[in-house]
């Protein structure tokens, strides 16, 4: 992956000679990743898909493929369930994320490749490269930054993302 960015523990990405703020877990970076720390994994996470709010931008400009959202799009995080890290529709009878959201968290999305290959029980779900709020503060185990960063790198050919702690 020679187009892969480097995001360490205290915020900072780096991508083709460029350092930019980011915002990372409020667990801080871990290696022993688990459901609900709030920890964003140590690793090479690959740049799966982006996922995108259409009624609220275009398409992101990237090398892996990339699907509208709908209001009915979800991500499953019950560890019990047979769907866990992995998108779902709603109403979805497990624990699970909404990706159609009020707020712009989630007008560009990034999945990363961690714990889905193969999902294991508990080691983490719904980590996403994605837009992060105002002033950057921590995400539950994402990374985040500001959009037009985000579409940036995406346009730039970022295939995925070296979490380091």
């Not at 915002?23 to 982006?50: C, F, H, M, N, S």
């Not at 493929?65 to 560890?79: R, Y």
């Not at 624990?95 to 508990?122: C, M, Q, S, T």
């Amino acid at each position: 992956m020679s187009d892969t960015a480097r995001v360490t523990a205290d915020g900072l990405l780096r991508f083709r000679g460029e350092t930019l703020r980011c915002a990372i877990g409020a667990g801080g970076i871990r290696a022993a990743k688990q459901e609900g720390d709030g920890a964003t994994p140590v690793g090479l996470l690959p740049l799966r898909r982006v996922f995108w709010r259409a009624d609220r931008g275009p398409r992101p400009a990237c090398a892996v493929p990339a699907e509208p959202l709908a209001p009915d799009d979800g991500w499953c995080d019950d560890p019990a369930h047979r769907d866990y890290n992995r998108p779902v529709r709603l109403p979805h009878p497990a624990r699970h994320e909404r990706l159609w959201r009020e707020d712009a968290v989630y007008d560009v999305i990034g999945v990363l490749g961690w714990n889905d290959a193969p999902v294991l029980r508990d080691r983490g779900s719904a980590i996403f490269l994605h837009v992060a709020r105002p002033g950057l503060p921590p995400t539950e185990g994402c990374v985040a930054m500001p959009e037009p960063e985000l579409r940036r790198l995406l346009a730039a050919g970022l295939a995925g993302l070296e979490i380091v702690g």
